[in-house]
């Protein structure tokens, strides 16, 4: 086979790498901490905290320095057992913070301006909430 076919084939190669999606990692596992505790998955998250839940819909991806931002949802809990048919309600959040090692700080900012946290998780702790009565 000729050398600049095997060149080109080599190039196109690292150009399809070079568009692909940034793999999700640092995050995946269980973490917990004091009012809070987040479940990723392939990058996406699900929570819970004192009298709400919410999920990360968008891939965590930490910054070299270990910053990243993610969108996803909030939805406020109430007291006592949900009800048949009850429906429950979900708004935007941005959900932020930074990752370094086995430690997370989180910051929660929901659409309307109200800000949450800052909790503090760590990787393979049980989460310490308090559900609303």
């Known amino acids: 086979?000729?050398?600049?076919?095997?060149?080109?084939?080599?190039?196109?190669?690292?150009?399809?790498?070079?568009?692909?999606?940034?793999?999700?990692?640092?995050?995946?596992?269980?973490?917990?901490?004091?009012?809070?505790?987040?479940?990723?998955?392939?990058?996406?998250?699900?929570?819970?905290?004192?009298?709400?839940?919410?999920?990360?819909?968008?891939?965590?991806?930490?910054?070299?320095?270990?910053?990243?931002?993610?969108?996803?949802?909030?939805?406020?809990?109430?007291?006592g057992p949900a009800r048949v048919g009850q429906i429950f309600r979900a708004y935007p959040a941005t959900y932020s913070g930074t990752m370094v090692k086995d430690e997370m700080t989180l910051h929660v900012k929901l659409e309307d301006g109200t800000t949450l946290g800052p909790y503090t998780l760590r990787r393979g702790a049980v989460p310490q909430i308090t559900r609303c009565l």
């Open 1 to 79: 086979m000729p050398r600049h076919i095997v060149a080109l084939a080599g190039l196109l190669v690292l150009v399809g790498c070079e568009s692909m999606e940034p793999t999700p990692i640092g995050a995946s596992g269980a973490w917990g901490g004091q009012h809070v505790g987040l479940v990723v998955e392939g990058g996406l998250g699900s929570l819970e905290y004192d009298c709400a839940s919410g999920t990360i819909d968008s891939f965590i991806v930490p910054a070299r320095d270990g910053t990243f931002t993610a969108k996803g949802t909030h939805r406020p809990g109430e007291g």
